[in-house]
T-cell receptor
């Protein structure tokens, strides 16, 4: 009964490959996010969707493409992986955007590009 | 603009020591403030939150008070345990806006 679940948890892949990380939330939330956490634990927001509509699109290489087939799912596809893409990627959700909301995180996907 | 500044780590304490992790913020409107904790190999979990000035959030012996006059939300615990070793993130969400996270403070508690 995990609230925000993402797969895979660990992913090791070669440079130049294309990979996807899937995320699902069963909380009935309207807003979902992708965050990237680097080796120094710094969290950077990448994307946010509200009711399947893209509302936050930070400066991220266009090799990263989010897809939200419905408001319970937000997948992240990465093309032509580079060494610098190695990081932990967290999916998260909140009821909606704005003050008073709490954000709930998935367990993270550890991506290693070799 | 909106931002969160928290004390740099790493912080190392002996078991039963008093913990303070400082967090200050700048924000438009009336933000909600949060502390999240990340245990090794896991995702971030909500530790506590406060939604308006002078509110005190508390959980698992941790406390933080929303101080509008000093724009602060410092995390405190009276007696830390080895199991509290983790990375702690201060965060805010301003009115009608996205979440902003601090850079995280790593805490190690030694027996």
């Amino acid at each position: 009964d995990t609230a925000v679940s993402q797969t895979p948890k660990y992913l090791v892949t070669q440079m130049g490959n294309d990979k996807s990380i899937k995320c699902e939330q069963n909380l009935g939330h309207d807003t979902m996010y992708w965050y990237k956490q680097d080796s120094k634990k710094f969290l950077k927001i990448m994307f946010s969707y509200n009711n399947k509509e893209l509302i936050i699109n930070e400066t991220v290489p266009n090799r990263f493409s989010p897809k939200s087939p419905d408001k319970a799912h937000l997948n992240l596809h990465i093309n032509s992986l580079e060494l610098g893409d190695s990081a932990v990627y967290f999916c998260a959700s909140s009821q909606n955007i704005g003050s008073g909301n709490t954000i709930y995180f998935g367990e993270g996907s550890w991506l290693t590009v070799v | 603009g909106n931002s969160v500044t928290q004390m740099e780590g790493p912080v190392t304490l002996s078991e039963e020591a008093f913990l303070t992790i400082n967090c200050t913020y700048t924000a438009t409107g009336y933000p909600s403030l949060f502390w999240y904790v990340q245990y090794p190999g896991e995702g971030l979990q909500l530790l506590l939150k406060a939604t308006k000035a002078d509110d005190k959030g508390s959980n698992k012996g941790f406390e933080a008070t929303y101080r509008k006059e000093t724009t602060s939300f410092h995390l405190e615990k009276g007696s830390v345990q080895v199991s509290d070793s983790a990375v702690y993130f201060c965060a805010l969400i301003p009115t009608g806006n996205q979440f902003y996270f601090g850079t995280g403070t790593s805490l190690t508690v030694i027996p």
